[in-house]
C-alpha cells in the first residue's frame, strides 16, 4: 500500500526578528559557557516543532543575561492542507460500507477517525481512499509565550545545582531578575516563577544601573552597549586589545592568559577594563609556578614575564568595576595578591626546611587505593620497575643508582604543605626541594617531569632517569589497579588508566629496547613481594594478558590514527606483541609490503586461512619425511629456509624482510592445495600432511596473523 502525499499548501507570512533575554543574578562562568552552546539548539528545535519558520540565530550572553536573538520569524504558522492516498476503496471497506482493518489502520496512521476518509478516483481511474488533513495556521505571538517559558525550563546545569527564589516551584542556575522578549516591535509575554517579561533590560551594575528600554531586536546590542555591557566576542576582543597595548608599552614583556583561565575572565565581566598591579619582589625569590597558580587560579590574574621569559613583579587584573576608580581597584587587589603570596611564600619556606626522605616516610600515611595501601607502597613498587627497566638498559651503578633515587622522591612532594595547596605542581616542587637539599641535578629534573606526559601530545620528560620513573609511575597504576580487579570501565576511569597507558607507551617508542611484557611481570612481582592478593580467583597469567590486551588496545587505536589499515593492526595484534616501536614497526612493514604487492598478500592469506582451518595443533610438528610426495617436500623444503629467514629478520629488527621472506610461500603453498588430498583416506598420511600444515601456520605466528588480511574473511 503506496501513500503519495500531496504538495504542501502554504500561506506566505511576514518575518520578523525575536528577542529573549534571560537576566539573572551573576552566572558562574562553566555554567553561562555551557547554556550559551545549549540555547541555539533548544531554540531551534522549539521552533521546527512549532512550525514556525527561521532564520539563524545568536546568543549574547554576561554575567548577568543570557539572550537569543532569532532573525526572520514568521509572524504566523504555514497553513497546511495535505491529501495522502489509502488502500483502494474496494479493500478499504466492507459490503456494507464499513471500514475494514486497513482502512482503519491507514486513518490511524494518519491521525484520524476512519470515518473521516474520502474516497476518490486517483489518476490511474482506480477508486482510493484519501486521508485529508488540513491544519490552520496559528499566530506566532502566543506560541513564542509559551514557548519560551519552555525555553528557560529546558536548559540544563550539569554539576551545578540549580536554585529556586520566591515561593515559585521554577528554578534556574541563578534567580532570575528580569525577562525581555519582543517579536519585532511587539512585546511578548513571558512568565516564569515570579517574573513578569517587559521590553526593557538593565546595564551593568557599576557603570550604568538602571533600566533600558529596548524598542527591537535589532537595536538591542546598541542598547547593551550604551548601557556599558558587551557581547562575549566583544569582551574577549577587548581584553585582548588591551592586553596587547600593556605588552606593547614593555618591550618584549607577555602575558600569560591559559586558554581556560581567560575563558572564565571573559565571563566574570561585562565592561572589561584590563589594568596593572604589582607585588614586592621578595616573592620572586618563590618558585613560579606557584606563584603563577595563586595568581590564576584564586584571583583569575595573568602573570607576566620579561623578554628573557623571566617572571616579573607585575600582573595583570581585568577589572568590571569603574575605570575612573583604577587606583582604588589595583591597590585592593595588590593586597589581595599580598596575602596569596604570603601564604605561598610561607609554605615554600617551610616544607624547604624538612629533607625529602622525611617527605617519603610520610607517605604512609596517604592512601593510594584501599586494596593497594599507601604512598609509600607505591613507591616502593616503582622502585622495582625502575630498577627492572634499569637492568634491561644495561645502565651501570652509577645511572641505575640516580634512577632509584629519583623513584625514591618523586612523590615525596605530595605531603609538603605547597603542594596540599597547590595541588597542580606535584612534582614541580619535589624538583626545587631536591635541587635546594643538593640532589644531583638530573634526579631533580626526573622529580619535576615524572608525571609528563599529562595528555595527549605533551611531552615526555626530558632525561632518562625522569622517562624512567615516569613510566614506572604510570605502569605501577595500571598493573596493580588490573591486578586487584580495578580496571577502567567504559563509564569510569578514576584513576586515568587510559591516559597512563598512552603516557606508557609515549615513553617506551623513546626506549625501544624495553620490555613491555617482562616489565609487566616485574609489577605483578612488586605486588606479591607486598603480600598484595590478586582479586579473588583470579591468576596471575590471566592478570598478566588483561593487562597486555589493555596495552595492546591503545597500541592498536595510536597505529590506525597514524594510518595503519584496520586489518594489518588486526594481523600484527594477534601476535602479542605489546612494544610499541616493534608493533608500530611490524605494522608499517606489513602495510608498505601489501600495498606494493597487493594481490600476492590477499592469495597468501586466503591460503594460510585454508590451512588454519584445516591445521590441528594437537598433532604436533613433527613430520614424517618418508610419507612426502613432490608437492610436499617442496613445501617444506620451502618452509624450512623461509623459517630460518624469518627468525634471522626478527633478531635483526628487519621486519620488512620477514614479511617479504614470508611472500615466498605462497607458490609452494598453492601447489600444495591444487595436488594434495589433505583428508586422504589413509589416517597415517592425513595426519602427516595435518602435521605440515601445522608447521606451515607456525612460520606465521611471530610475524603476524596473515589471515586477517583474506578478503573472503570480510564478506
Same mark, same amino acid.
Given at each position: 500500500?503506496?501513500a503519495?502525499t500531496?504538495?504542501i499548501?502554504?500561506q506566505?507570512?511576514?518575518?520578523?526578528d525575536?528577542?529573549?533575554?534571560i537576566?539573572?543574578?551573576?552566572m558562574?562562568?562553566a555554567?553561562?559557557i555551557?547554556?550559551?552552546k545549549?540555547l541555539?539548539k533548544?531554540a531551534?528545535q522549539?521552533?521546527?516543532t512549532?512550525?514556525l519558520?527561521?532564520?539563524?540565530?545568536?546568543?549574547i550572553?554576561?554575567p548577568?543575561?543570557?539572550?537569543?536573538?532569532v532573525?526572520?520569524?514568521?509572524?504566523k504558522?504555514?497553513?497546511?492542507h495535505?491529501?495522502k492516498?489509502?488502500p483502494a476503496?474496494?479493500i478499504?471497506?466492507?459490503?456494507?460500507?464499513?471500514p475494514?482493518?486497513a482502512?482503519?489502520?491507514?486513518?490511524?496512521?494518519?491521525?484520524?477517525?476512519?470515518?473521516r476518509?474520502?474516497?476518490?478516483?486517483?489518476?490511474d481511474?482506480?477508486e482510493?481512499v484519501f486521508a485529508?488533513?488540513f491544519?490552520?495556521s496559528?499566530?506566532a505571538l502566543?506560541?513564542?509565550?509559551?514557548?519560551s517559558?519552555?525555553?528557560i525550563?529546558?536548559?540544563?546545569?550539569?554539576?551545578?545545582?540549580?536554585?529556586?527564589?520566591?515561593s515559585?516551584t521554577e528554578?534556574?542556575v541563578r534567580p532570575?531578575?528580569?525577562?525581555?522578549?519582543?517579536?519585532g516591535?511587539?512585546?511578548?509575554?513571558?512568565?516564569?516563577?515570579?517574573v513578569?517579561s517587559a521590553?526593557?533590560t538593565?546595564?551593568?551594575?557599576?557603570?550604568?544601573n538602571g533600566?533600558?528600554?529596548?524598542?527591537?531586536?535589532?537595536v538591542?546590542?546598541?542598547?547593551l552597549?550604551q548601557?556599558h555591557?558587551?557581547?562575549?566576542?566583544?569582551?574577549?576582543?577587548a581584553?585582548?586589545?588591551?592586553?596587547?597595548e600593556?605588552?606593547q608599552?614593555r618591550?618584549?614583556?607577555?602575558?600569560d592568559?591559559?586558554?581556560k583561565i581567560?575563558?572564565?575572565?571573559?565571563?566574570?565581566?561585562e565592561?572589561?577594563t584590563v589594568m596593572?598591579?604589582?607585588f614586592?619582589?621578595?616573592?620572586l625569590?618563590?618558585p613560579?609556578?606557584?606563584?603563577?597558580?595563586?595568581?590564576?587560579?584564586?584571583?583569575r590574574y595573568?602573570?607576566?614575564?620579561?623578554?628573557?621569559?623571566k617572571?616579573?613583579?607585575?600582573?595583570v587584573?581585568?577589572s568590571?568595576?569603574d575605570?575612573?576608580?583604577?587606583k582604588?581597584?589595583?591597590?585592593?587587589?595588590e593586597?589581595v595578591v599580598?596575602a596569596r603570596?604570603?601564604?605561598?611564600?610561607f609554605f615554600?619556606?617551610?616544607?624547604?626546611k624538612v =629533607?625529602l626522605?622525611?617527605f617519603v616516610q610520610?607517605l604512609?600515611?596517604?592512601v593510594f587505593?584501599?586494596?593497594l595501601?599507601?604512598?609509600?607502597?607505591?613507591v616502593t613498587?616503582i622502585?622495582?620497575l625502575v630498577?627492572?627497566?634499569?637492568t634491561q638498559l644495561?645502565?651501570d651503578?652509577?645511572q641505575?643508582k640516580?634512577?632509584l633515587?629519583a623513584?625514591?622522591l618523586a612523590?615525596a612532594?605530595l605531603?609538603s604543605q605547597?603542594?596540599?595547596?597547590?595541588t597542580?605542581?606535584?612534582?614541580v616542587?619535589?624538583?626545587y626541594?631536591?635541587?635546594a637539599?643538593?640532589e644531583d641535578?638530573?634526579?631533580?629534573?626526573a622529580i619535576a617531569?615524572h608525571y609528563r606526559p599529562r595528555f595527549?601530545?605533551d611531552?615526555i =620528560?626530558a632525561?632518562l632517569?625522569?622517562?624512567l620513573?615516569?613510566?614506572?609511575d604510570?605502569?605501577?597504576t595500571i598493573v596493580?589497579?588490573f591486578a586487584?580487579g580495578e580496571? =577502567?570501565t567504559?563509564?569510569?576511569d578514576p584513576?586515568?588508566q587510559?591516559r597512563?597507558?598512552?603516557?606508557?607507551?609515549a615513553?617506551?617508542r623513546?626506549?625501544?629496547?624495553?620490555?613491555?611484557?617482562?616489565?609487566i611481570?616485574?609489577?605483578?612481582?612488586?605486588?606479591?613481594?607486598q603480600g598484595?592478593?590478586?582479586?579473588?580467583?583470579?591468576?596471575r597469567?590471566?592478570?598478566?594478558?588483561e593487562i597486555?590486551?589493555?596495552i595492546?588496545?591503545?597500541?592498536?587505536?595510536?597505529?590506525?590514527?597514524?594510518?595503519?589499515?584496520?586489518d594489518?593492526v588486526?594481523?600484527?595484534?594477534?601476535?602479542?606483541?605489546?612494544?610499541p616501536s616493534e608493533?608500530l614497526?611490524?605494522?608499517?612493514?606489513?602495510d608498505?609490503?601489501?600495498?606494493y604487492?597487493p594481490?600476492?598478500?590477499?592469495?597468501?592469506?586466503a591460503a594460510y586461512t585454508?590451512a588454519?582451518h584445516?591445521a590441528?595443533?594437537?598433532?604436533?610438528?613433527?613430520?614424517d619425511t618418508s610419507?612426502?610426495?613432490?608437492p610436499?617436500?617442496a613445501?617444506?623444503?620451502?618452509?624450512?629456509?623461509?623459517?630460518?629467514?624469518?627468525?634471522?629478520?626478527?633478531?635483526?629488527?628487519d621486519?620488512?624482510?620477514?614479511?617479504?621472506?614470508l611472500?615466498?610461500?605462497?607458490? =609452494?603453498?598453492?601447489r600444495f592445495?591444487d595436488?594434495?588430498?589433505?583428508?586422504?583416506p589413509?589416517d597415517?598420511?592425513r595426519t602427516?600432511?595435518?602435521?605440515?600444515?601445522?608447521?606451515f601456520?607456525?612460520?606465521?605466528s611471530?610475524?603476524?596473523?596473515i589471515g586477517?588480511?583474506d578478503?573472503k574473511?570480510?564478506?
Amino acid at each position: 500500500m503506496k501513500a503519495i502525499t500531496a504538495p504542501i499548501e502554504t500561506q506566505p507570512t511576514a518575518a520578523q526578528d525575536f528577542l529573549l533575554e534571560i537576566g539573572t543574578e551573576e552566572m558562574p562562568s562553566a555554567p553561562l559557557i555551557n547554556a550559551a552552546k545549549q540555547l541555539p539548539k533548544l531554540a531551534k528545535q522549539a521552533l521546527d516543532t512549532a512550525g514556525l519558520a527561521h532564520g539563524a540565530m545568536r546568543v549574547i550572553s554576561s554575567p548577568r543575561r543570557l539572550a537569543i536573538i532569532v532573525d526572520a520569524v514568521a509572524s504566523k504558522t504555514d497553513e497546511i492542507h495535505s491529501s495522502k492516498r489509502g488502500p483502494a476503496a474496494s479493500i478499504a471497506f466492507d459490503d456494507n460500507g464499513a471500514p475494514t482493518r486497513a482502512a482503519e489502520g491507514f486513518a490511524r496512521k494518519c491521525g484520524l477517525d476512519a470515518s473521516r476518509l474520502v474516497r476518490k478516483t486517483d489518476s490511474d481511474g482506480r477508486e482510493y481512499v484519501f486521508a485529508e488533513v488540513f491544519v490552520a495556521s496559528r499566530d506566532a505571538l502566543p506560541i513564542l509565550s509559551a514557548l519560551s517559558h519552555d525555553l528557560i525550563a529546558s536548559i540544563e546545569w550539569p554539576n551545578y545545582r540549580s536554585q529556586r527564589w520566591g515561593s515559585a516551584t521554577e528554578t534556574f542556575v541563578r534567580p532570575i531578575r528580569w525577562i525581555c522578549a519582543l517579536f519585532g516591535t511587539t512585546p511578548v509575554e513571558v512568565r516564569y516563577a515570579d517574573v513578569i517579561s517587559a521590553p526593557t533590560t538593565r546595564g551593568h551594575r557599576v557603570l550604568s544601573n538602571g533600566v533600558y528600554e529596548v524598542s527591537s531586536p535589532v537595536v538591542y546590542e546598541s542598547v547593551l552597549k550604551q548601557a556599558h555591557v558587551l557581547s562575549a566576542e566583544a569582551r574577549r576582543e577587548a581584553i585582548r586589545a588591551q592586553i596587547a597595548e600593556i605588552e606593547q608599552t614593555r618591550p618584549g614583556a607577555r602575558v600569560d592568559t591559559p586558554a581556560k583561565i581567560f575563558d572564565e575572565v571573559v565571563n566574570l565581566c561585562e565592561w572589561p577594563t584590563v589594568m596593572v598591579g604589582t607585588f614586592d619582589e621578595e616573592f620572586l625569590a618563590v618558585p613560579h609556578e606557584i606563584i603563577c597558580e595563586s595568581m590564576l587560579s584564586n584571583q583569575r590574574y595573568f602573570p607576566t614575564y620579561d623578554k628573557d621569559g623571566k617572571l616579573t613583579r607585575e600582573f595583570v587584573i581585568v577589572s568590571n568595576g569603574d575605570p575612573a576608580c583604577e587606583k582604588t581597584i589595583v591597590n585592593g587587589n595588590e593586597r589581595v595578591v599580598r596575602a596569596r603570596l604570603e601564604d605561598a611564600k610561607f609554605f615554600y619556606e617551610s616544607d624547604m626546611k624538612v =629533607p625529602l626522605d622525611e617527605f617519603v616516610q610520610r607517605l604512609d600515611r596517604v592512601v593510594f587505593q584501599k586494596k593497594l595501601g599507601t604512598m609509600l607502597q607505591k613507591v616502593t613498587r616503582i622502585e622495582a620497575l625502575v630498577g627492572a627497566a634499569a637492568t634491561q638498559l644495561e645502565l651501570d651503578g652509577a645511572q641505575t643508582k640516580l634512577a632509584l633515587r629519583a623513584a625514591h622522591l618523586a612523590k615525596a612532594d605530595l605531603v609538603s604543605q605547597a603542594v596540599v595547596e597547590f595541588t597542580s605542581q606535584q612534582g614541580v616542587m619535589g624538583g626545587y626541594y631536591a635541587g635546594a637539599q643538593g640532589e644531583d641535578s638530573e634526579v631533580s629534573a626526573a622529580i619535576a617531569q615524572h608525571y609528563r606526559p599529562r595528555f595527549a601530545g605533551d611531552a615526555i =620528560p626530558a632525561n632518562l632517569y625522569g622517562q624512567l620513573v615516569a613510566l614506572a609511575d604510570k605502569l605501577d597504576t595500571i598493573v596493580s589497579l588490573f591486578a586487584v580487579g580495578e580496571p =577502567p570501565t567504559g563509564s569510569s576511569d578514576p584513576f586515568a588508566q587510559r591516559r597512563a597507558a598512552l603516557g606508557c607507551i609515549a615513553i617506551l617508542r623513546e626506549l625501544p629496547k624495553l620490555d613491555a611484557a617482562a616489565l609487566i611481570d616485574a609489577g605483578l612481582d612488586a605486588l606479591a613481594q607486598q603480600g598484595i592478593a590478586f582479586e579473588l580467583g583470579r591468576a596471575r597469567d590471566e592478570v598478566r594478558t588483561e593487562i597486555a590486551q589493555f596495552i595492546a588496545g591503545r597500541l592498536a587505536t595510536i597505529a590506525k590514527d597514524e594510518g595503519a589499515a584496520p586489518d594489518t593492526v588486526e594481523a600484527v595484534s594477534a601476535t602479542g606483541v605489546i612494544n610499541p616501536s616493534e608493533f608500530l614497526a611490524r605494522t608499517q612493514a606489513l602495510d608498505e609490503a601489501r600495498n606494493y604487492q597487493p594481490e600476492l598478500f590477499f592469495d597468501l592469506a586466503a591460503a594460510y586461512t585454508r590451512a588454519d582451518h584445516l591445521a590441528d595443533a594437537n598433532l604436533g610438528l613433527d613430520v614424517d619425511t618418508s610419507l612426502l610426495t613432490e608437492p610436499e617436500q617442496a613445501l617444506l623444503d620451502r618452509m624450512l629456509a623461509v623459517d630460518t629467514q624469518v627468525h634471522e629478520s626478527l633478531v635483526a629488527y628487519d621486519y620488512a624482510a620477514s614479511i617479504h621472506a614470508l611472500a615466498q610461500l605462497k607458490e =609452494p603453498i598453492d601447489r600444495f592445495f591444487d595436488e594434495i588430498m589433505v583428508m586422504d583416506p589413509d589416517d597415517k598420511i592425513r595426519t602427516n600432511r595435518l602435521r605440515l600444515l601445522n608447521r606451515f601456520c607456525s612460520i606465521f605466528s611471530d610475524v603476524a596473523h596473515i589471515g586477517a588480511l583474506d578478503r573472503k574473511n570480510k564478506r
